[in-house]
């Protein structure tokens, strides 16, 4: 069997849409790995904060990529020895991870640790540019998002859940501003690419969201199986 007959479900969307549950869930349920790439620009946005790097540095930053000491486990995500599942997940590391993010060399520096995670049975992947760059053969592409309103809500739900202040009115305009960066990058932007189906989840809950795109998948499977 070769690598391309490992298949890939790349689910993309913007920051807060859910995008990170749903893709673990169907994972999950299809007994596929499953790749959080976002976790990947935070650790370096985390690393380059805590060796005071300059963000303007994109080949200091790029290094940083090329060397990530990360180990993703089913508890959580490990770099170097120490857990940092939920440091990576502050809102200072998330506007970090937005601005490297937009840098070439970073990027580059991340594909292959991407890429090596296609193995047997099959992966699901989360990001902006899972189907565009990272797997562009990917069995299923999803584009899923919600309105901003809704996922500021839901990013303050999840905050107010682990004891954590948060205001709503800052969360929307970062949300925004994060959406305004992403999406305007000259490198691998954040859209809704060829060939990519589009999951609006504004009025759906996880389940449904989840049953979205098994059902995309498996109608996938049927085609090929005719
Ligand atoms: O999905 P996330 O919120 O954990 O991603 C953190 C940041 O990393 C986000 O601002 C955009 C960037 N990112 C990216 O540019 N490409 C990816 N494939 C994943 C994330």
Not at 6 to 28: C, E, F, L, M, Y
Not at 51 to 73: C, G, H, K, P, Q
Not at 150 to 156: C, D, K, L
């Amino acid at each position: 069997m070769s690598i391309n007959d490992i298949p890939v479900i790349a689910i993309d969307g913007p920051s807060a849409s859910g995008k990170g549950t749903v893709a673990q869930r169907v994972a999950v349920e299809l007994g596929f790995h499953y790749l959080d790439s976002g976790a990947l620009y935070r650790l370096v946005a985390l690393s380059a904060m805590r060796m005071e790097i300059d963000f303007e540095d994109e080949l200091a930053l790029s290094d940083i990529a090329t060397r990530l000491d990360v180990i993703f486990e089913d508890a959580g995500i490990r770099l170097g020895n120490e857990d940092v599942t939920d440091a990576i997940r502050a809102e200072a590391c998330s506007n970090a991870a937005s601005r490297i993010a937009a840098y070439p060399r970073v990027r580059a520096a991340l594909l292959e640790r991407q890429r090596a995670f296609q193995q047997f049975p099959g992966l699901v992947a989360d990001g902006r540019d899972m189907g565009s760059v990272v797997f562009p053969d990917a069995a299923l592409k999803i584009f899923l998002t919600a309105s901003a309103e809704t996922r500021a809500q839901r990013r303050y739900k999840q905050l107010m859940e682990k004891g954590i202040d948060a205001n709503i009115a800052t969360l929307l305009q970062d949300i925004r501003e994060r959406d305004a960066r992403d999406s305007s990058r000259s490198v691998a932007p954040l859209q809704q690419g060829a060939g990519a189906s589009l999951l609006d989840t504004t009025s759906l809950d996880i389940g449904q969201a989840v049953d979205g795109v098994l059902r995309r998948y498996a109608e996938i499977c049927a085609k090929k199986c005719l």
